[in-house]
């Protein structure tokens, strides 16, 4: 989120009128453009194992894998458990909300192939922290019904901080009970 964004925001409680103004963005607009060109994050290609920002398919679950309370500076070892994921094929999508925020991000997964989201925020974070602070050091994760177990798993068995956000939707965006519209609305 660039500066301007953020000062158009810090007065706004409205969740819905931050999704509306971010709905204008054409920096967003440009953001999911170059994703659709080039879904893959150089970070999570390793050994011939690569996995795209975006998200793939419909009712896949949709998880923060991380901190995304506090900044964490140095997320290497996150980093070597997740390529053991992805190398193990776990994972099917994987998207860094280090400078977007977790709303940026979930456009910006949603975008490519115009899917949705339907996420449950945080009890002990506002809605609007949740959603748009931009220091988060998290990773949005997507993984199909028949290895969410399996990451689960290996996950916790690793003891790395996993949070179930919800699940890709056909297009609509949601959270708890906001609905803030459809992915066509953000992309055009």
Avoid at 31 to 50: E, Y
Wanted: proline share 2%.
């Amino acid at each position: 989120m660039n500066d301007n964004f953020k000062k158009q925001i810090a007065t706004i409680d409205d969740l819905t009128e931050i999704g509306e103004i971010l709905s204008e963005s054409t920096e967003l607009r440009d953001r999911v453009a170059k994703f659709a060109k080039s879904p893959f994050d150089t970070q999570f290609a390793r050994d011939g194992h690569n996995v795209p920002m975006n998200f793939v398919k419909k009712g896949d679950t949709i998880y923060l894998l991380g901190e995304y309370r506090t900044h964490v500076k140095d997320n290497s070892s996150l980093l070597e458990i997740l390529y053991d994921a992805i190398s193990q094929e776990m994972v099917t999508s994987a998207h860094i909300l280090d400078k977007t925020g977790l709303f940026c991000g979930l456009i910006e997964s949603c975008g490519v192939k115009k899917l949705g989201f339907d996420i449950t925020g945080d009890a002990e974070i506002n809605d609007k922290d949740f959603l748009f602070r931009d220091k988060n050091s998290a990773i949005l994760i997507s993984v199909s019904a028949d290895k969410e177990g399996k990451f689960v798993d290996f996950i916790y068995n690793n003891a790395l901080p996993l949070t179930l956000l919800g699940h890709v939707t056909k297009g609509e965006l949601r959270m708890d009970d906001t609905s803030f519209g459809f992915i066509s609305d953000y992309i055009g």
